[in-house]
């Protein structure tokens, strides 16, 4: 089935920088959704959009809906060693046809 | 609450072995599905069910079987292991529609 294409395939930053990831996809979707993966363990959601162009903020997160709800972005603001992992972005069509992005690695050096 | 629940978390089989894979979830969600994750592959889905007693199959469900008889559990079987299926497989639920999926802390599985 066709993934969404998340970029940066990974990142490396340093302690207090600011991220921005992006998730992009040739199909509408109704329903944005940004996940976070440690090691060993599920994705975790992190922020869910309902509406285009919907700005939504969960602490130093932010992710906004597109205006065409084909793209989605994740920023991550001061980021802190805690917020390494691998982040992913999903999209939703109303018969729970869920699309993943390949995930966006993210290394934050102390 | 538990949340999504997995086991086992870590498994080995030999090639053309079989195993259940168990998945349950007490959050009352409707809607339960499989997800295998490769190195460079993301997510894809295996097989999903909507409610009980129904089921359906994902983007890659040869050597899977499924089965919903009640809503709390949603276990995978593997009916003849081979290598290819050495994967981290992840149980997800949610209400259905449009909400978001809630994962397991998912099973790390090894084919020899």
């Known amino acids: 089935g066709q993934q969404l294409n998340q970029s940066p395939q990974s990142m490396f930053i340093q302690e207090g920088e600011d991220v921005s990831m992006n998730c992009t996809s040739s199909s509408i979707f109704n329903t944005w959704l940004w996940y976070k993966q440690e090691p060993g363990e599920g994705p975790v959601l992190l922020i869910a959009l309902y509406k285009a162009g919907e700005l939504t903020s969960n602490g130093r997160l932010t992710a906004q809906f597109g205006i065409t709800r084909k793209d989605s972005f994740l920023n991550i603001s001061a980021s802190i060693p805690s917020d390494v992992g691998i982040y992913f972005c999903?999209?939703?069509?109303?018969?729970?046809?869920?699309?993943f992005g390949a995930g966006t690695r993210l290394t934050v050096k102390p | 609450n538990a949340g999504v629940t997995q086991t086992p978390k870590f498994q080995v089989l030999k090639t053309g072995q079989s195993m259940t894979l168990q998945c349950a979830q007490d959050?009352?969600?409707?809607?339960m599905s499989w997800y295998r994750q490769d190195p460079g592959m993301g997510l894809r889905l295996i097989h999903y069910?909507?409610?009980?007693?129904?089921?359906d199959q994902g983007e890659v469900p040869n050597g899977y079987n499924v089965s919903r008889s009640t809503t709390e559990d949603f276990p995978l079987r593997l009916l003849s292991a081979a290598p290819s299926q050495t994967s981290v497989y992840f149980c997800a639920s949610s209400y259905g529609g449009l909400s978001p999926l809630h994962f397991g802390n998912g099973t790390r599985l090894t084919v020899t």
């Open positions: 069910s909507v409610g009980a007693g129904i089921t």
């Open positions: 959050m009352n969600h409707e809607y």
């Open positions: 999903a999209g939703l069509k109303d018969n729970n046809d869920m699309r």
